[in-house]
């Protein structure tokens, strides 16, 4: 396997497994490993995570963003949690690891494009979220319900009217709040149904007032 060969084949491709190459390639499994291994040192490949890689910007003929990698490196998954907060304005900081939901084994790794985690849930909570335009590409993203509802449900202790109060949500009127109820019915959670529950009584409380949670 020669880096021309490499390139000829992966060119057009946001990323590579070394699956693909011993399907594409002659050469035995190890031998094609190894190369890869030569190449990542040589700085021409780039390692993602294992068994995956992706090109150097000149040699790939399609731009690679992180966020749009994100739902490359572990499939089925889409970004949630903080960073889809972040991504729809609801919170003021800026979030740096892209952070995902998958029906996966729960993972966390860093590249050269940036941080990754992602979080496992059941099938049954897998859902909620949109394919969105992003830069040249798309990204598969939660809803502003569904990201609430993943934060909520993915980090541990109760979510007590301060602790939601402290988090600083913003540009709140993006959420619905009958769909917001409705997705937390389906995971079946009492802890959720709690945050759900006071979110909506500080947002009633804050419209009466008129200022922002």
Known sequence: ????????VVSELACFDLALLVQVFPDRR??????????VKQGKVIHLRRGMYTLPDHAR??????AVLAQHLCRPS???GLWAL???????????VHTS?????????????????????????????????YGDSTILVARPEKALLDHWHLSSGEWTRDRLSEMRYQNNEKVDRRRL???????????LNRAVARWLELEQANDEAGVTL
Request: positive net charge; aromatic residues 16%.
């Open 181 to 191: 109820q409705e997705y937390a019915a389906r995971y079946q959670r009492p802890r």
């Open 61 to 66: 003929k399609i731009r690679l963003d992180a």
């Open 30 to 39: 190890q031998a094609i490993r190894l190369q890869l291994s030569r190449w």
């Open 86 to 96: 972040g991504f729809h304005d609801m919170i003021p900081e800026r979030v740096v």
């Open 78 to 80: 889409y970004l949630s």
């Open 101 to 133: 939901v998958t029906t996966r084994l729960p993972a966390r790794f860093e590249n050269a494009f940036g941080a990754y985690e992602y979080r496992h849930v059941k099938q049954e909570a897998f859902f909620g979220y949109d394919q969105v335009a």
């Open 1 to 8: 396997m020669k880096s021309y060969d490499l390139a000829t």
